[in-house]
């Protein structure tokens, strides 16, 4: 395939990476395949989002192993996707013609094709001519578990120790090694089919005609088109939300309704750094704050989905010494999430540690019981009431809070550098409590609303009292110190301080001069704030649609709109967006990132209401 190109302006990035910006995003509800602007699949994991890599290239360009497949001559690439769908469309424009390469993941309900995590990749040739090379180099377990390869007519099966796939193709394939490869020249009209299958079991290599692949093509693209209609969107920015709300929907693991993070692991938050964790897991808060994305666009069988899944994997009574409730599951439920490092993988751009498992999960934070509450006061309002089951749950978490809330904890950042009494688990907790005594009331369901008060306005207290700093005049991050923090942007946003009151209003200013850059917003500074970890990052997505909603309840509308309209310009080309983004405005973290994109969607609808 040759060098792949990358900025010019970092002098240390590897030219066999893409940069992390350079990918498109497909999936099926169970997992998800990254596509590089030059046509190669460089992260699949098979079959489910934390199943063991088949294809990680973007972690280690030698030993990940991928799929490539591009002209084989000059070309110039653009990348889109097949509107209000997530088909993706990579263009290649060579002197003799223009070919492109759709790919995609089918979506439907026959559960033969679910076991088969099929992945389509469909050449078209739409102009003149236009020569085509592939190679399918898979490497099953993170490039650990060695596999043999079997031609059988027009297939390829690769098999290793627990798991085959077979690829299928229309044009003749040839082994070499371990690995597939194929040269084709197509002409204007002409097709050209791969179909990568899970295979074993009662799921036998097949054939993916061109006619099939076609059928395929339109039930993905009529699924995906009948599923965004139900957005109830309309404002000024629908192609960001919708791009958005359909990437938030690839995140989510149909089988039991959980939403991940973020479908990759180890992408850095700085090149060189440390700062690289898995996040192909089912964060508590992550999850919540998507729900409440998703249910203000009308889209409610998620949210259900993922009470479902609360309700059987998220018990209250578990009575770990971390809390009643970890900070993150497995997609099955499942709380072992052990941290380990992958010392053969290189790490994108040599940036290692490679690490599956996230021992964060060991963490206490406290504001996820805020987060998740929330989040089920808003479905109960919103959606469907809850179950008398359901509201038994909540009460037994509300009353741990109400034990609990003043214990320091690891925070929101998950910081590995002892815990602090954090302004932003205290007004989570707060939020825990309120939105319980709001469903009560509303509804008439009983609880221990006297003690619950009592909690509520004891937490009140304290933050007005030992979360504010005079020196600063601003609210801080911890108590017993004057380092600010991004987080506290969520205090007018979760209601509990007046958008207008003048200690906010002294707080953001505040803000404004320390950690926001060109709109652009860091969490804090972890040279004043000691995280426990070497590196600086880039400033956090979250935290800058976070201001955005600030400024615009605290009446700075223009502002708030300038601000909204920079953010978008940091998107990559299909509208997606990592975790941070560098101060040369390079894309860093994992990719794409909820967080990013359900705060964007909270921008947008009430950006779009103050202007009316």
Partial sequence: MGARAIDDDAPTADARYLPIAEHGLIGDLRSVALVGTDGTIDWYCCSAFDAPSVFAAILDAERGGSFELA???????????????????????????????????????????????????????????????????????YGTRPHTVRMAGEVAVFESDGLALALTSTVPLEAQGPD?????????????????????GDVQPRRCAKVEAEEQFNTTVAYWRRWLSASKYRGRWREMVHRSALTLKLLTYAPTGAIVAAPTTSLPEQLGGERNWDYRY?????????????????????????????????????????????????????????????????????SAPVRIGNAAAEQLQLD?????????????????????????????????VCEHWDQPDEGIWETRGGRRNFLYSRLMCWVAIERAIRM??????????????????????????????????????????????????MMPLTKFIAPTDPKWLSTLDALTRELVSDSLVYRYDPLASPDGLR??????????????????????????????EKMLTYANHLGLYAEEISHTGEQQGNFPQAFTHLALISAAFNLDKALG
């Fill in 71 to 141: 002209a084989s001559v000059p070309a110039k690439t653009k990348q889109f996707y097949f509107p209000d769908t997530n088909v993706l469309i990579t263009r290649f424009f060579t002197e003799d013609g223009v070919g492109e390469v759709q790919d995609f993941m089918p979506v439907n309900g026959d559960e033969v094709e679910v076991e088969r995590h099929r992945l389509i990749r469909r050449v078209v040739c739409v102009r003149g001519s236009v020569p085509f090379r592939t190679r399918v180099a898979p490497r099953f377990a």
């Fill in 180 to 200: 597939a490869r194929a040269d084709f020249k197509l002409s204007e009209g002409e097709t050209a089919v791969f179909a990568l299958d899970q295979v074993g």
């Fill in 282 to 350: 089912v964060w508590v808060r992550d999850a919540a704050f998507c729900v409440y994305a998703l249910l203000r666009l009308g889209f409610t069988d998620e949210a259900e989905a993922f009470m479902t899944f609360v309700t059987r994997h998220i018990s209250p009574g578990d009575g770990r010494p971390s809390g009643p409730l970890q900070i993150m599951y497995g997609i099955d439920g499942r709380t072992d999430l052990t941290e380990a490092e992958l010392g053969h993988l290189e790490g994108h751009q040599g």
């Fill in 368 to 400: 996820i019981y805020g987060a998740l509450i929330d989040s089920i006061y808003l479905y109960d309002k919103w959606a469907k009431p809850i179950s008398s089951g359901q509201w038994d749950d909540v009460c037994a978490l509300v009353d741990w």
């Fill in 440 to 489: 009560a009331h509303r509804r008439g369901l009983p609880a221990d609303l006297p003690r619950w008060r009592g909690s509520r306005d004891t937490i009140y207290r304290r933050i007005m009292k030992e979360g504010w700093s005079e020196r600063r005049q601003a609210f801080v991050q911890h108590e017993g110190g004057d380092v600010l923090d991004a987080a506290v942007l």
């Fill in 535 to 564: 590196g600086d990052e880039g400033t956090f997505s979250i935290c800058s649609f976070w201001y955005v909603e600030a400024m615009v309840h605290a009446g700075r509308v223009d502002e708030a709109r300038l601000a909204f």
